[in-house]
């Protein structure tokens, strides 16, 4: 059972829109900053978003972060077939005194 | 561009100890804290534990008597020890770099990421 909470499936079709949320407590997500991680299949997780919004160097501005109290949001715009991949939000949890991970997303475009 | 090189031993019995080191190149230890996370099969990302230049280490609480987490400097290395393993520990494990600090722009406040993560290895325990 993970800390944070994320749907375990999301599709979309080309070119559409999707977002994925995830869901914590007043001691993770509503106190620190959110970061999300791309794993394409057989990969290591990758890096996609950082501290809520912020995409690091290489990372199209299709993929964008929100977060609101304690809950969080991932957007893929334009998606493409190379977006298919599993999806983690993490954080730091205040009360673990580390980081945490949610369950993960599995975003297939049909 | 820094990258992570991880080795070790991929197949292990049950009581043994799993032992992987992770090697930091084109960039330097100083001013990260160095990581290790797993990953079972088909399952998502638990955190392991950490480790600074100082040697400062931190650990998950679910795996805190097994592991140990140590830093060569001047190997530029970082190493995994996790005791007594059964097939529940069966993983991919993962080195990360773990950027940690307080930012003053951009989304102001606490910020802990894992920026670089090496490729994994796959540990398997099986008698």
């Known amino acids: 059972q993970s800390v944070l909470t994320q749907p375990p499936s999301a599709s979309g079709t080309p070119g559409q829109r999707v977002t994925i949320s995830c869901s914590g407590s007043?001691?993770?997500?509503?106190?620190?900053?959110v970061n999300w991680y791309q794993q394409l299949p057989g990969t290591a997780p990758k890096l996609l978003i950082f501290s809520n919004n912020q995409r690091p160097s290489g990372v199209p501005d299709r993929f964008s972060g929100s977060k609101s109290g304690t809950s969080a949001s991932l957007a893929i715009s334009g998606l493409q077939s190379e977006d298919e991949a599993d999806f983690y939000c993490?954080?730091?949890?205040?009360?673990?005194?580390?980081?945490?991970f949610g369950g993960g997303t599995k975003l297939t475009v049909v | 561009q820094v990258q992570l090189q991880q080795w070790g031993a991929g197949l292990l019995k049950p009581s043994e100890t799993l032992s992987l080191t992770c090697g930091v190149y084109?960039?330097?230890?100083?001013?990260?804290?160095w990581s290790w996370i797993r990953q079972p099969p088909g399952k998502g990302l638990e955190w392991m534990g950490e480790i600074n230049l100082s040697g400062k280490t931190s650990y998950n609480p679910s795996l805190k008597s097994r592991v140990t987490i140590s830093v060569d400097t001047s190997k530029k290395q970082f190493s995994l020890k996790l005791s007594s393993v059964t097939a529940a520990d069966t993983a991919v494990y993962y080195c990360a770099r773990v950027s940690v600090g307080t930012a003053t722009t951009g989304t102001p406040g606490f910020y802990y990421y894992m920026d670089v993560w090496g490729k994994g290895t796959t540990v398997t325990v099986s008698s």
């Open positions: 993490a954080t730091w949890d205040d009360s673990l005194n580390g980081p945490v």
């Open positions: 007043s001691s993770n997500i509503g106190s620190n900053t």
């Open positions: 084109g960039g330097s230890l100083s001013g990260y804290y």
